[in-house]
Structures are given as structure tokens and as C-alpha cells.
């Protein structure tokens, strides 16, 4: 049960101390790119950790199991995972692991409804809130903007790969483009034909409220 027992041990290792790691770093919002790849192999060492540990929990409790994982491995191997000298903690501990497994992927499966339920609503909210404008034809790729004290703008299924929106004060127009040039300061955006590179949302909203400003001045 030695083996079994560290691959869980290292599995909840990693699921608490790599998230909280992550969080303390200062190099996501320049790499989001680096930082979503480490959190998916984060993820996947900790799911991995767990069944590993299941399954020799289950081979270690039931002959029946055992023969189906170490089907045609020497001796050797399956003694030196020493799965005889188990006591009562393997079957307790493959069938909890295995549980956790079922319930965790009950709950993915359920956001991932409730997430589809909430795109579907949304989209026919948008639809309601814009009708056809006169000599318009109806069609499911629209590409509709609405506009309020926060404007917003939707990505409809078969919309063409371009988007400008226009604040309802005429003050801002924002325009997505193919390339800069610029990948090593992505994200990037050009503000009156000046480039700011590593850019966020405090970082975008700060420029925007300095041009507001100069504006005003």
C-alpha cells in the first residue's frame, strides 16, 4: 500500500500547494498563455496521482482487479509493488477515490449544461433586445451590439471574424485587427497609433481614463 498511498499523498500535495503558488505569481498576467498551460498540467498530475492510486488500491483489494492490470508483467513487477501485504485500506480507499471520481465528473457534466443553458439564454435575450432594422434580413450569423452604461458587445455563431464597437458617447471606438507585429508584448492594443504592450484589464482601463483626461483638459 506504500505505492498507493504516495501517489495520493502527492496528488493532494500538488491540488494545494500548486494553486496557491500560482496565485502568488507575478508572471500570469504577462503570459496567460504559460500560466493556462501550467494550470492544465497541474490538473492533469493531480487527476493522474488519483488514479493511479485507485487502481492499485483496487488491484491491491481484489485478485480479480490485480489480474487485469498486471496481465502478462514478470513477477518481479507486481512483487515489488508488494500488493499482498495490504490491509483493509485498499478497498476503502478505491472505492472513495472511485467515488470522488463519479462525483466530480456529475458536477463537471452539470456546469457544463448550465453554462450551454446560460449561452443559449443569453443569445435569445440578445435576439429579443435587437429586432431586424429596416431592410435588414433576418439571419442566425448577426452579429448584434448592445449598449448601456457598460457597452457590451456578442460574438452570434456564424459572425464574420471582425468587431467594432462604439461607446453611446461617440468618444470610443475599439477595432480588432489581425496582427501587430508584437507577440512578445502580447496582449497588445494601439491607442491613436501608440502600441502598449502586456496589457490587462486594470492596465487598458488606466490608459483609457488618462485619454479621457486629456480630453477634458
Do not use: K
Not at 63 to 72: I, K, M, N, Y
Amino acid at each position: 500500500m506504500m505505492v498507493p498511498a504516495a501517489l495520493l499523498l502527492l496528488g493532494a500535495l500538488t491540488a494545494v500547494l500548486a494553486p496557491r503558488l500560482l496565485a502568488r505569481a507575478d508572471w500570469q498576467d504577462r503570459e496567460p498563455v504559460v500560466a493556462l498551460w501550467v494550470w492544465q498540467c497541474v490538473v492533469a498530475a493531480v487527476l493522474l496521482c488519483c488514479a493511479l492510486s485507485m487502481t492499485l488500491s483496487a488491484a491491491a483489494a481484489w485478485q480479480a482487479v490485480r489480474g487485469h492490470v498486471f496481465a502478462g508483467a514478470p513477477h518481479g513487477v507486481v512483487d515489488a509493488y508488494a500488493l499482498g501485504a495490504t490491509g483493509p485500506w485498499a478497498a476503502a480507499t478505491a472505492v472513495t477515490l472511485a467515488s470522488g471520481g463519479l462525483w466530480s465528473g456529475t458536477m463537471l457534466v452539470r456546469e457544463v449544461l448550465r453554462a450551454r443553458a446560460g449561452r443559449r439564454r443569453r443569445r435569445d435575450e440578445l435576439q429579443l433586445r435587437a429586432p431586424l432594422l429596416p431592410g435588414e434580413e433576418p439571419a442566425s450569423g448577426r452579429l448584434v451590439v448592445l449598449e448601456g452604461e457598460r457597452p457590451d458587445a456578442w460574438w452570434l455563431p456564424g459572425a464574420a471574424p471582425q468587431l467594432v464597437v462604439t461607446t453611446a458617447d461617440g468618444n470610443m471606438t475599439l477595432r480588432t485587427v489581425a496582427c501587430f507585429g508584437q507577440c512578445a508584448l502580447a496582449p497588445v492594443i494601439e491607442v491613436n497609433h501608440a502600441i502598449f504592450g502586456h496589457m490587462n484589464e486594470q492596465t487598458l482601463q488606466r490608459e483609457l481614463d488618462a485619454i479621457t483626461l486629456r480630453e477634458r483638459a
